[in-house]
């Protein structure tokens, strides 16, 4: 996908969450859907168009690494304010309420992931997913700002293997970024967390077959309230969200990379009506299947 495709901040796409004006974006003030591979961009290019000052909005399907080099300001993350200083790190999952007030003259870099993108990296077995799933500030490091300068520089070429290194590259960035932020946390070996890792391999295992929460929670021995609570402690979100997100992303990742009709794509995903397939598709993306589809290749 050429650089002018390339997704960024604001979408209109659709939202449920019940947070007064706040607004789904893709990337500020752009209304496309999928990136390339990653998108980079630095902090002050899109903030100095909005006077420093991003409001708080969410992205229904990007996953964001801020990493300030000089000045600061503060993140407004979930609703906790947090101050930003040089070298500091920030960490916005998919779907994640967040806005930003720079210092003007801030200098640092934004790098953007879609979740199909972090999908292909994360294993459920390895824990990352949990850690990257809060909103959180965390201090960078040297070995954070060499990697992100590689990945700007790889973006900005057009050379061979350009998508392989740069997902490379993203993999790389995000194992940093947990480990950073599980230095700030003090480590997630707990019960509830082992139980949130347990349900991701599950999940990974058997998002195909339609399993309910009762079925991911009998395979655990809980119960479905306490899965439940386990999710929200992990992420913020319902385990029968996050199911639904995960066939979401397989139905894009279909959608984006083959020629299947969508019709074969809703049977595969265990869907045995393609119309409900669209229906529930259209509702969490705000677009139909074939909208989707038409929206990547400039509505052929």
Same mark, same amino acid.
């Given at each position: ?21 706040i607004r789904v974006y893709? %990337? ?33 399907? %990007? ?89 700007? !520089?790889?973006?900005? !070429? ?18 940093l970024v947990a480990r ?14 082992? %139980?949130?890792?347990?349900?991701e391999a599950l999940l ?14 009998? !395979? ?63 509702? !969490? ?16």
């Amino acid at each position: 996908m050429e650089a002018s495709a390339i997704v960024l901040y604001y979408s209109n796409m659709r939202t449920t969450a019940p947070i007064p004006a706040i607004r789904v974006y893709n %990337l500020f003030g752009e209304a496309s859907d999928l990136p390339d591979v990653v998108h980079c961009e630095t902090i002050a290019s899109r903030s100095v168009l909005h006077d420093w000052n991003l409001a708080v909005h969410r992205h229904a399907r %990007l996953h964001q690494v801020l990493l300030i080099e000089r000045g600061g300001g503060e993140a407004t993350l979930d609703g906790r304010v947090v101050p930003l200083k040089p070298m500091q790190v920030v960490n916005v999952p998919v779907g994640h309420v967040h806005g930003f007030r720079f210092i003007p003259g801030t200098q640092g870099w934004v790098l953007t992931i879609a979740a199909e993108i972090l999908d292909e990296a994360l294993l459920a077995a390895e824990g990352l997913r949990g850690v990257l799933s809060r909103s959180a500030v965390a201090r960078g490091t040297a070995q954070i700002r060499a990697t992100m300068k590689q990945i700007f !520089a790889e973006h900005a !070429a057009r050379d061979f293997g350009r998508a392989h290194v740069l997902r490379a590259l993203s993999a790389a960035m995000i194992g940093l970024v947990a480990r950073a932020l599980t230095g700030e946390s003090g480590g997630v070996g707990n019960a509830e967390s082992n %139980l949130f890792r347990r349900f991701e391999a599950l999940l990974e295992q058997h998002h195909l077959e339609r399993w309910t929460v009762a079925d991911y929670a009998k !395979a655990l021995a809980i119960t479905p309230t306490h899965l439940n609570r386990v999710t929200r402690a992990a992420t913020g979100d319902t385990a029968s969200h996050l199911i639904l997100n995960r066939l979401i992303r397989e139905a894009r990742r279909n959608l984006v990379y083959t020629n299947l009709p969508v019709s074969t794509i809703a049977y595969a995903l265990g869907f045995e009506d393609p119309a409900y397939f669209s229906r529930i598709y259209s509702a !969490a993306t705000g677009l139909s299947p074939r909208a989707f589809r038409a929206q990547l290749h400039g509505g052929d």
